[in-house]
């Protein structure tokens, strides 16, 4: 049986919804952070991480670019979309 991708979503304040219907895509959400605290423009990646979400409506632009900042660094593959499930499935299948 093949693993569960591990994906880190930054941003949203409930995605039990997000977090249900991709567990039927095979990734398994390891973190969520929701991206409105300061803290959280530094916040540090894990290492284990094969996929980030930002759900860009509900996050903040200094935690957008230190994300995108990290991701690039680790070589992470970062997703951008909005909070409403066909917005990322459709992001997820592009």
């Given at each position: 049986?093949?693993?569960?991708?591990?994906?880190?979503?930054?941003?949203?304040?409930?995605?039990?919804?997000?977090?249900?219907?991709?567990?039927?895509?095979?990734?398994?959400?390891?973190?969520?952070?929701?991206?409105?605290?300061?803290?959280?423009?530094?916040?540090?990646?894990?290492k284990?991480?094969?996929?980030?979400?930002?759900?860009?409506?509900?996050?903040?632009?200094?935690?957008?670019n230190?994300?995108?900042?990290?991701?690039?660094?680790?070589?992470?593959?970062?997703?951008?979309?909005?909070?409403?499930?066909?917005?990322?499935?459709?992001?997820?299948?592009?």
């Amino acid at each position: 049986m093949a693993r569960a991708m591990s994906m880190l979503i930054v941003g949203g304040d409930n995605i039990e919804v997000i977090n249900c219907n991709l567990c039927k895509y095979g990734y398994c959400v390891s973190k969520h952070i929701s991206g409105r605290k300061n803290k959280h423009k530094c916040i540090e990646i894990p290492k284990d991480i094969d996929l980030i979400l930002v759900l860009t409506d509900f996050v903040s632009h200094g935690v957008s670019n230190h994300i995108k900042k990290e991701s690039k660094r680790l070589g992470i593959k970062t997703i951008y979309s909005k909070r409403s499930w066909s917005c990322v499935e459709s992001s997820l299948v592009v």
